[in-house]
T-cell receptor, first 117, second 114 residues
């Protein structure tokens, strides 16, 4: 079965510093990978996705992620943090027919990002 | 604008009461999902539906029920059998239930016990 591990439930950075949020996955088939962001009391918003092709994926709000098959990783980065980036971030994987449906996502437990002024 | 509408935003349940959470989408998506979110636990799948008049249990279906009578609507009922219903509930839709399609989320309903 597929799984996702997000290293670090809380990450704190200073405004202007590099943001690095870690995601490792386990999958017996080529995975499809997603990053979502959640602001307080709101739903999840898609940041970016990896399906096939280029392994460096660019998303919204200046975020990008690189799919590394050899490391089973899909870490999320942003060169310079902004106060508005403070939120919770979720990594998710699909492709293995989780729970009986090809469309089902398996989510990590999330990483809360704090940005200090 | 197309999107997913969840209502109400906040809901309170009394002991022994069933409550229904609404989820409507105007994206013409085939698949819809219900998740439960608890602090530090990520999202857990309650039920999903790939097509009208069909739905399947997810990982934590006990104490919940759903229906999918219309393509755009996927209401979730939290029954009195669900002993710990306090959580944030998220509804999502997906154009077609394939692994390359992202899911799109509503803004959630927060359910609390009175």
């Amino acid at each position: 079965a597929q799984s996702v591990t997000q290293l670090g439930s809380h990450v704190s950075v200073s405004e202007g510093a590099l943001v690095l949020l870690r995601c490792n996955y386990s999958s017996s088939v080529p995975p499809y990978l997603f990053w979502y962001v959640q602001y307080p009391n709101q739903g999840l918003q898609l940041l970016l996705k990896y399906t096939t092709g280029a392994t460096l994926v660019k998303g919204i709000n200046g975020f990008e992620a690189e799919f590394k098959k050899s490391e089973t990783s899909f870490h999320l980065t942003k060169p310079s943090a902004h106060m508005s980036d403070a939120a919770e971030y979720f990594c998710a994987v699909s492709g293995e027919g989780n729970g009986g449906s090809q469309g089902n996502l398996i989510f990590g437990k999330g990483t809360k990002l704090s940005v200090k002024p | 604008d197309g999107g997913i509408t969840q209502s109400p935003k906040y809901l309170f349940r009394k002991e022994g009461q069933n409550v229904t959470l609404s989820c409507e989408q105007n994206l013409n998506h085939d698949a819809m999902y219900w998740y439960r979110q608890d602090p530090g636990q990520g999202l857990r799948l309650i039920y999903y539906s790939q097509i009208v008049n069909d739905f399947q249990k997810g990982d934590i279906a006990e104490g919940y029920s759903v229906s999918r009578e219309k393509k755009e609507s996927f209401p979730l009922t939290v029954t009195s059998a669900q002993k710990n219903p306090t959580a944030f509930y998220l509804c999502a839709s997906q154009r077609v239930p394939t692994p390359n399609q992202p899911q799109h989320f509503g803004d959630g309903t927060r359910l609390s016990i009175l």
